[in-house]
């Protein structure tokens, strides 16, 4: 446990003093701002072409949770996807570049704490990332007013799509760790698990108009369609399954290439 | 303290050890002395558990390597050939890394810090961001985390490389004063300092053992009959060329004292 506590410390230390953590930040809220005010834009456009009439029934069913937030989670997600790659390139690939790999291998810890401990700093610098998308919804809940007079944002819906995107990004940083530990080079560990990453999150597209099994593997595999369901509020045994086993998998695999270095 | 018996370490079709054995006792200071690429720092990788041996087994304070690494690793202060350290950190801040990862108790830290700084002469750098430390800094602060949490062994690969004359000699006085306490095996190509701080020499040449002996021991075996004293130091080049110097194998194969370092 204390070696795990110091290989979070020391991971977060290079991260807040390299200015990698703070350009994926920055990233993450210039594009996130843009969807915002933009998914604002359309839903404020749309409300007011909306004839009293004919639009009174619409408007009942439409929400700012659904057609702005949502909306704005859905979106930020494939910039998870792309910023993953680029926090957990370093993890291990910088280690054997610059051969602290050979400190960190022969101190007396095992590979599985030297695996958990990078990987809980890369999900506390995507916590942060994922806090930045949250600003927005707390926002809009200063200025805007529900139908009746209630709260605008349904905070329940808004929790769920932050989760949702917390699993995604676990994951894409669970895949970003197993390939850094497999490459000496933060380059390439970078650029392919923005493949793998980038793949999984655009698999459905391979199959459009086809159908049947083929369609439902894709659909089943696809990154983004597991995110669906947490961004309607709903919570889906198969989407956390989805998530967490890709976790697992990295993270074991990253066990397993840490400790075949000691058999190589 | 440390037994290697029958070590071998091959990469691909290249062997880089081969069938090395040797034993050092408790508080012995042995000097790893042998050409670049002779396998040195392979050995002591293996000895630290970096990377396994092809064959035969190597056992610290009793236990296996391969076996019980972290027993290993616990009792082994190792300094690579290239000081292990991160750019971004500071020293202090890398130092107590290194003091998590080898669970040092909270409270001893701070004070464990300030002993390898002071014993490491980094004192005034320790607030400096590594990235732009001398390399004879940067081979310093290796050599403080090494010396940190006091390990019973230490593995010290080639540890004056890069420092100017006055720190080499700080260095070596540094090795001299833990001797007896501690286990030290330390390679080197500079032979002055074998005779200065080393009770012991192993001579390994193409990862074949040439030679394990005492300094007295050497050069009664290949200067019979010369009067050296530790002072006069070109005695040691001398032994050193007779070992090494022949490049083909089948010459070092053939000196007599190859079979007779076995133990």
Same mark, same amino acid.
């Given at each position: 446990? #204390?070696?795990?506590?110091? $290989?979070? #410390?020391?991971?977060?230390? $290079?991260?807040?003093?390299?200015? $990698?953590?703070?350009v994926a930040f920055m990233v993450m809220a210039f594009f996130a701002a843009q969807f915002f005010t933009g998914s604002v834009d359309v839903y404020r456009t749309f409300v007011t072409r909306m004839s009293p009439y004919e639009g009174e029934q619409i408007l009942e069913h439409l929400n700012l949770t659904d057609v702005v937030v949502s909306r704005l989670l859905g979106s930020v997600g494939v910039f998870i996807v792309i910023s993953a790659p680029f926090l957990s390139m370093r993890l291990v690939a910088e280690e054997k570049r610059a051969r602290t790999f050979e400190l960190v291998m022969t101190s007396p810890v095992r590979p599985f704490e030297i695996v958990v401990g990078k990987y809980?700093?890369?999900l506390a610098v995507l916590l942060v990332s994922i806090a930045i998308v949250a600003a927005f919804p707390v926002l809009l809940s200063f200025y805007a007013r529900g139908a009746h007079g209630g709260p605008a944002v349904e905070w329940q819906t808004v929790g769920t799509g932050l989760l949702g995107l917390f699993l995604l990004g676990a994951m894409c940083m669970a895949v970003g760790l197993f390939v850094s530990a497999l490459s000496d080079s933060v380059i390439v560990a970078a650029l392919i698990s923005l493949i793998v990453l980038l793949g999984l999150w655009v698999v459905t597209i391979f199959t459009i108009g086809s159908q049947g099994p083929l369609r439902d593997l894709a659909t089943g595999l696809s990154s983004a369609e597991h995110l669906g =369901?947490?961004?309607? =509020? #709903? $919570?889906?045994?198969?989407?956390?399954?989805?998530?967490?086993?890709?976790v697992a998998l990295g993270l074991w695999l990253t066990d397993r290439a840490l400790e075949g270095q000691r058999w190589a | 303290m440390i037994e290697v018996t029958h070590l071998t370490k091959r990469f691909r079709d290249r062997v880089a050890v081969d069938d090395l054995s040797f034993t050092v006792e408790k508080g012995e200071v042995i000097g790893f002395l042998g050409p670049n690429g002779a396998g040195k720092s392979t050995t002591m990788r293996v000895l630290t558990g970096f990377i396994p041996a092809s064959a035969g087994t190597v056992r610290v304070a009793g236990f296996d390597v391969f076996e019980e690494p972290l027993e290993v690793k616990r009792r082994v202060g190792y300094l690579p050939e290239h000081p292990p350290v991160?750019? %971004?950190? !500071?020293?202090?801040?890398?130092? +107590?890394f290194c003091a998590g990862l080898k669970r040092l108790a909270r409270s001893r830290v701070k004070g464990e810090i300030e002993r390898v700084a002071h014993l490491a002469g980094i004192e005034n750098v320790i %607030?400096?961001?590594? /990235?732009?430390l001398s390399k004879g800094y940067l081979q310093r602060v290796g050599l403080a985390q090494a010396l940190l949490g006091d390990p019973e062994v230490l593995?010290? %690969?080639?540890? !004056?490389v890069g420092l100017d004359p006055l720190q080499i000699r700080e260095v070596r006085e540094l090795v001299k004063s833990l001797a007896g306490k501690h286990t030290i095996i330390l390679s080197t190509h500079i032979l002055p300092e074998v005779a200065m701080t080393c009770q012991k020499v192993l001579v390994i040449h193409a990862g074949k053992l040439v030679d394990f002996d005492t300094l007295d021991g050497l050069i009664a075996k290949h200067l019979p009959g010369r009067k050296v004293t530790l002072e006069d130091i070109a005695f040691l080049e001398e032994i050193y060329s007779k070992l090494v110097s022949p490049?083909?194998?089948?010459? +070092?194969? +053939?000196?007599?004292?190859?079979?007779? /370092?076995?133990?």
């Open positions: 446990m #204390r070696s795990v506590l110091a $290989i979070i #410390r020391k991971e977060l230390y $290079i991260y807040f003093t390299t200015p $990698i953590a703070y809980l700093a890369a =369901g947490f961004l309607q =509020g #709903r $919570i889906e045994l198969k989407d956390v399954v989805y998530y967490l086993s890709f | 991160y750019p %971004d950190m !500071t020293p202090r801040a890398y130092l +107590a %607030d400096r961001v590594t /990235g732009t593995v010290l %690969d080639e540890p !004056t490049v083909g194998p089948g010459l +070092a194969a +053939a000196l007599p004292v190859a079979a007779s /370092g076995g133990n």
